[in-house]
């Protein structure tokens, strides 16, 4: 199932609730972690989620999750043939049991029911083929547990802000222990059949959950974990303590991909700091920073991203016009398009850094041209033992401009890609010095050395392995995205007239008296060819963009290279009047990847 899946029950509910058939079947509790259905067996029922969620496993590879409303075991059972998956609760699910004498009964009395299963395996098989490219979406998640961290109460207006900024997109329920108490009486046990139960009510009476846990790992806590598709850690930043006897549980129930994090500040400083030991001792796949004081802006993006509507810009790759993605951020703000996470790739990963530090639009410019082009950093050539060029100038180049600042301990989300030459694949980065990331996203093979970090890996630019890296965003977070594109335009042929390229002999007499008039052949320098053969094989990656995927590409200048860095204002300008032009365009048309961007920033 795609993180684009709507936040409702499927048809096959309606149908059998609409002829009261569901009362007469059979149903089955089945606690996190149980095995439903083993691959191999034999196929004697299949099973509707009336609530909680399932893995489909194969042979230790998640295929998919499937929520309420879903169909399990549907395939063997219509064919005959073995089970081909494990099937696993994900979290304490309650699934309605259709043996074959039940269904053929239910066909008999309840029109629709085989168009709704039609329907169900229809949507599902179209889901599973809209992409050529495996695309690591996130599947959607309908219940949160928020878990108080280090015995440390939740601030007096924090969950009923956070729900209030989450009713924006969906209906929200909110169930705390006083409430089941109000329900049940005091003592009553959460996990009964009549607790689990009405549970379950609030679940289908909503289209997302906010479980409330104490900070002790009472009876109540303990549920609501369990009832949970993903647990949000809230801790106060500035009181760090190891994990409580209830986040422990969490952590043993739930893998890292269903855990989150959310630091609280009394007020916004410049980084938030600290952050390392809380993601150390709560591994987490996401962490969000939230200040108490201040415009709430810090809240309503957790409200974005638990509602499956965060905003993310995704920057490529492409040397100096890489300054044009500013011009497109600027352009966003404008027109009041929040960016809730950015990340990138080689210059993509240094303008991301940028727009996470906060840095203004108008200032990262010339912060450029100091390191690019006044440090000297891409003209320094050295003996070419490791790499073409000096790296030594722009790695204190980078450091000045961007500091020791952990990535961590941003207040906007950020991620660097780049190629693993040591494993011979691609790495998010999303901890450790910012400048460290951009220079290891930015080591353009030959030309700069590879960066070596502390884990012994030995990193190249991400052009290499991914030049536009929005499936890393896909896999954090659902919701629509900018994804800025300024690779140059490929297709270009080259009439060279190869026997004529110069020689090692007839170079060095060129260097010496560069006014002969002899001039050489207009090819493709050595930069120029190594940034283009990183896009080789790289082209199908668009076809797995979202349809809220929204890609801009500005014009770029003709005739400029990759390293035309005195030429960033200019790409600056370009760029943003191009986003200007282009957002009206697709307001004025109703783009629907643009109307979903404006949907989700309100």
């Known amino acids: 199932m795609t993180g684009s899946e709507p936040f409702a029950p499927e048809g096959l509910f309606s149908v059998l609730e609409g002829a009261d058939a569901l009362a007469r079947l059979e149903r089955e509790a089945v606690p996190r972690g149980t095995r439903l259905i083993a691959e191999g067996t034999d196929a004697d029922a299949m099973y509707l989620v009336e609530t909680g969620r399932f893995r489909v496993s194969r042979e230790g590879v998640d295929l998919a999750e499937i929520g309420a409303g879903g169909v399990l075991g549907e395939i063997a059972f219509f064919t005959g043939q073995p089970r081909s998956a494990d099937v696993i609760a994900a979290r304490d699910s309650v699934v309605v049991r259709v043996s074959r004498a039940a269904y053929d009964a239910l066909c008999s009395e309840t029109p629709g029911l085989q168009n709704a299963i039609s329907a169900e395996l229809a949507q599902r098989l179209a889901a599973t083929s809209t992409r050529v490219v495996p695309d690591p ?18 601030p007096d207006r924090f969950v009923p802000d956070l729900a209030a900024a989450i009713g924006r997109f969906h209906k929200v329920a909110t169930v705390t222990e006083a409430e089941f108490t109000a329900a049940f009486g005091p003592g009553a046990d959460p996990a009964s059949p009549e607790a689990i139960a009405w549970l379950n009510a609030q679940e289908r009476a909503a289209d997302l959950v906010l479980f409330v846990a104490s900070p002790e790992a009472e009876a109540w806590s303990r549920a609501a974990v369990k009832q949970a598709d993903q647990v949000i850690f809230v801790a106060q930043a500035i009181r760090f303590q190891g994990p409580s006897e209830l986040e ?14 959310v630091l609280i500040h009394p007020h916004r400083s410049q980084s938030a700091k600290g952050t390392g030991r809380w993601l150390d001792s709560r591994p987490v796949f996401l962490h969000h920073h939230v200040a108490l004081t201040g415009d709430g802006e810090d809240l309503r993006r957790l409200a974005r991203f638990l509602a499956g509507q965060a905003i993310g810009m995704v920057l490529s790759g492409g040397g100096a016009f890489g300054v044009a993605h500013v011009g497109i951020w600027r352009a966003m703000r404008e027109i009041g398009l929040p960016v809730d996470i950015v990340g990138g790739t080689s210059i993509g990963s240094a303008m991301a850094g940028a727009i996470a530090l906060g840095v203004p639009p108008e200032d990262i410019g010339p912060r450029v041209e100091d390191i690019f082009v006044k440090s ?87 052009g290499c392995i991914d030049n536009m890296p929005f499936r890393t965003m896909h896999s954090l977070k659902t ?45 493709p320098g050595v930069i120029s060819t190594v940034m283009r053969s990183l896009l080789v094989g790289q082209a199908d990656m668009l076809k797995a963009m979202n349809p809220t995927d929204l890609m801009i590409r500005p014009p770029g200048l003709k005739g400029a290279g990759f390293l035309a860095w005195n030429q960033h204002r200019l790409f600056y300008e370009m760029a943003y009047k ?3 032009e282009t957002f009206a365009a697709l307001d004025k048309d109703g783009n629907p990847a643009f109307a979903a961007l404006k949907a989700a920033a309100g």
Request: with cysteine.
């Open 479 to 523: 919701g629509p995205n900018i994804v800025s594109n300024v690779q140059k335009e490929t297709g270009t042929r080259y009439h060279v007239d190869y026997a004529k390229l110069p020689g090692r002999a007839e170079l060095v007499k060129r260097t010496v008296n560069p006014f002969s008039k002899r001039g050489a052949p207009r090819a």
């Open 578 to 580: 191009h986003a200007v």
């Open 248 to 261: 422990a549980l969490a952590l043993e129930l739930l893998p890292e991909a269903q855990r989150r994090l």
């Open 376 to 462: 000297g950093a891409m003209r320094r050539v050295t003996v070419p033992r490791y790499a073409f060029l000096d790296h030594k100038v722009l790695d204190a180049a980078l450091q000045e401009h961007y500091g020791n600042e952990p990535i961590e301990d941003l207040w906007l989300p950020y991620y660097a890609v780049a190629a693993d030459l040591s494993a011979m694949d691609k790495i998010d980065i999303r901890r450790g010095p910012l400048w460290e990331a951009v220079r290891a996203s930015s080591a353009i093979p030959g030309v700069l050395p590879a960066f070596f970090n502390a884990e012994g890996q030995m990193l190249v630019d991400g």
């Open 137 to 154: 979406g996130r599947p959607p998640a309908r219940t949160f547990c928020i878990v108080p961290s280090a015995h440390a109460p939740l």
